[in-house]
C-alpha cells in the first residue's frame, strides 16, 4: 500500500533533549516536505527536498533541522526542542501537485 | 500562487449534496485549483484539482468557472465521515510548494 509513514505518533519530551521524528515513504517520491499544524494558524511548511541531498527552508524553519540521505527518508530532527515547538507535525511525499501525508506526529514539550 | 477566499463553515444534511464554494479571482493561467481535506487531526488528504475543465472522480466533481475566478467541490451524497475541514489552493504546475488556508468546516448533520 502506498503511504508516507511517520513515527512517533506521540511524543512527550523535555526542553532542550533532542529529538528525531522519522518519516517514510514507499511511494518513490523526489519531493518530501515537514509540516507543522498549530491552532489558528493552519499548516506551515517547516522544510522541504526535492530530491536526495537537496533541501531548503520553508516558512518557520528555526529550531529544526532535517536531512535527505536516501530518497524513502526525511526525518525531522530537533536539536534542543522548546516548548513553543509543541505542535501537530506531518510529513508529506508529493507527485506532482498531489501531496500524500503521514498521520501525524503529536509532540508536547515541557 | 493567487490567493483563496473560502467560507469558515457550512452545515450539509447527511445524503444531501455539499457545495464548497472558493474564490481565487487572481488566479493566473497556469495555476491549477487543487482541492484536500482534513478530518479532524488527520493528514490533509487530496480530493481533486482541475485547470480549467470540469473534474469528476470517485470522491467528488470539481466545477470551475469558465473565468476561473471560483470553483466549487462538489460532494454528492455527502455522509458524517465527511465532516472535516476543506481546504482549496491553487498552485502553478512545477511549484511544490502548497500554502494551505483556514480552509471551511464542513459539518455533516444526520
Known amino acids: 500500500e502506498a503511504q508516507v509513514t511517520q513515527n512517533p505518533r506521540y511524543l512527550i519530551t523535555v526542553t532542550g533533549k533532542k529529538l528525531t521524528v522519522t518519516c517514510s515513504q514507499n511511494m518513490n517520491h523526489e519531493y518530501m516536505s515537514w509540516y507543522r499544524q498549530d491552532p489558528g494558524l493552519g499548516l506551515r511548511q517547516i522544510y522541504y527536498s526535492m530530491n536526495v541531498e537537496v533541501t531548503d527552508k520553508g516558512d518557520v524553519p528555526e529550531g529544526y533541522k532535517v536531512s535527505r540521505k536516501e530518497k524513502r527518508n526525511f526525518p525531522l530532527i530537533l536539536e534542543s526542542p522548546s516548548p513553543n515547538q509543541t505542535s501537530l507535525y506531518f510529513c508529506?511525499?508529493?507527485?506532482?501537485?498531489?501531496?500524500?501525508f503521514g498521520s501525524g506526529t503529536q509532540l508536547s514539550v515541557l | 500562487d493567487a490567493k483563496t477566499t473560502q467560507p469558515t463553515s457550512m452545515d450539509c444534511a447527511e445524503g444531501r449534496a455539499a457545495n464548497l464554494p472558493c474564490n481565487h479571482s487572481?488566479?493566473?493561467?497556469?495555476?491549477?485549483v487543487y482541492w484536500y481535506r482534513q478530518i479532524h487531526s488527520q493528514g490533509p488528504q487530496y480530493i481533486i484539482h482541475?485547470?480549467?475543465n470540469n473534474e469528476t472522480n470517485e470522491m467528488a466533481s470539481l466545477i470551475i468557472t469558465e473565468d476561473r475566478k471560483s470553483s466549487t467541490l462538489i460532494l454528492p451524497h455527502a455522509t458524517l465521515r465527511d465532516t472535516a475541514v476543506y481546504y482549496c489552493i491553487v498552485r502553478v504546475e512545477g511549484n511544490y510548494k502548497l500554502t494551505f488556508g483556514k480552509g471551511t468546516l464542513l459539518t455533516v448533520n444526520p
Open positions: 487572481t488566479i493566473s493561467g497556469n495555476e491549477y
Open positions: 508529506a511525499s508529493s507527485f506532482g501537485g498531489k501531496l500524500f
Open positions: 482541475g485547470l480549467k
